[in-house]
């Protein structure tokens, strides 16, 4: 039996596949979205998105601020409960499993998709987001304390009251909080596995090889993106 191949989707690609009518999107470079209340019962575009196995040519941020769901990262479980992110890089394999009618009626979370090409435009400097053993690849979610969480949910309220009054000027805008918020976020992680770090086994090591060997394939990306 042939081996069937999933697709990796760009901003453009997500935006026609789901039919994104909700969240605020700038041209084809960044969505930004969330899910609260009655309307997870909706089915709305995200989730209908992320139920089933995918691959996507996008970063994306994730706040869980209510609510829980359980789901995979290249076939790896994971759980994201209330005052967690999720921190998505490009090429990954994602599939969400969604809870019953009542816990999704209670779920809020928001998110930001952004291209490869957005994020290069702003140098977001990799090498220093990603350091110190950090690495989506084996520790895609992590819960937040209450600081950390009060400053995630600020950061996407402020993104969205900026697509509620656009103006010239708006790209650089959600360009720049959307790499701070990154660099915020990258801190708030390691934080959170510094704490984990001081029970982990030496088998540990090999996280940090995995980690090791990520850095220097994304970090080629972009020296070959920026000539």
């Not at 084996?138 to 209450?146: H, K, V």
């Not at 995630?152 to 790499?179: K, V």
């Amino acid at each position: 039996m042939e081996e069937r191949k999933l697709t990796s989707l760009d901003i453009p690609g997500i935006i026609a596949h789901s039919r994104f009518a909700d969240e605020n999107i700038l041209g084809e470079e960044l969505i930004l979205g969330g899910v609260m209340g009655e309307d997870a019962l909706k089915n709305t575009a995200v989730l209908k998105l992320l139920r089933y196995p995918i691959r996507l040519d996008v970063y994306m941020i994730l706040f869980m601020a209510k609510g829980e769901l359980d789901m995979n990262m290249n076939l790896d479980s994971y759980h994201l409960g209330e005052n967690s992110i999720l921190i998505y890089t490009p090429g990954n394999i994602m599939q969400f499993f969604l809870p019953g009618n009542n816990e999704l009626a209670g779920m809020e979370f928001y998110f930001v998709m952004v291209s490869k090409e957005f994020i290069s435009d702003f140098r977001f400097d990799v090498g220093k987001a990603f350091k110190d053993g950090i690495s989506p690849l084996s520790s895609p979610c992590i819960t937040l304390d209450s600081e950390g969480a009060s400053l995630s949910n600020s950061f996407f309220q402020l993104g969205r009251t900026i697509f509620e009054h656009p103006w010239d000027g708006m790209r650089d805008a959600l360009g720049h909080l959307f790499s701070s918020y990154l660099y915020v976020a990258m801190d708030l992680w390691e934080k959170e596995l510094a704490k984990k770090r001081e029970v982990q086994s030496p088998s540990d090591a090999r996280v940090h090889k995995l980690f090791e060997d990520f850095i220097v394939l994304v970090m080629e990306y972009h020296t070959r993106e920026r000539g």
